[in-house]
Structures are given as structure tokens and as C-alpha cells.
């Protein structure tokens, strides 16, 4: 029987790591108010598909629309 390799105790530190960093970065995102999500671009519901596939972050959706946060009560005429 082979001694196991290095990479491989390299490679599933590196997934725990990964892992542990996207949870605490989902965290913060939840935490955030409306107006601050608003200032990166993300909505409030978009944020856990910005987690769902963390290997292709180009598949991130984006806001286009205007921030709620932003959104001012029409003047009474």
C-alpha cells in the first residue's frame, strides 16, 4: 500500500478552505442593508445564486434595474 500523496491533502484543505470562505462571505452579504447590496450591484434575492456555482462566477446574475434603496416617493403636485 502507497503512503498517500501530499496533493491530495493539499487539494481537500484547499475545497475546506474554499468552502468555509464562501460561507462566511454569504454571511456577509446577508448582513448587508438594501442600500449597501445596491452600491455592489446585487439584490437581496440574487444572493444565494451568486453562491450556487462558485466555479463559474460568470454565471452570477446582475442587477440592471434601478436599487430600491435609491427609489424616492413622488412629489404631491
Do not use: T
Not at 19 to 34: I, V
Not at 68 to 73: E, F, K, L
Request: charged content about 25%; overall charge positive; proline content about 10%.
Amino acid at each position: 500500500m502507497q503512503p498517500p500523496k501530499p496533493a491530495f491533502f493539499a487539494a481537500v484543505l484547499e475545497l475546506i478552505r474554499n468552502a468555509h470562505r464562501a460561507r462566511q462571505d454569504h454571511r456577509h452579504l446577508r448582513a448587508m442593508s438594501e442600500r449597501e447590496l445596491c452600491d455592489l450591484g446585487v439584490g437581496r434575492s440574487e444572493i444565494p445564486a451568486l453562491f450556487s456555482d462558485a466555479a463559474a462566477p460568470s454565471n452570477a446574475p446582475c442587477s440592471r434595474g434601478r436599487c430600491a434603496a435609491d427609489a424616492r416617493p413622488a412629489r404631491p403636485r
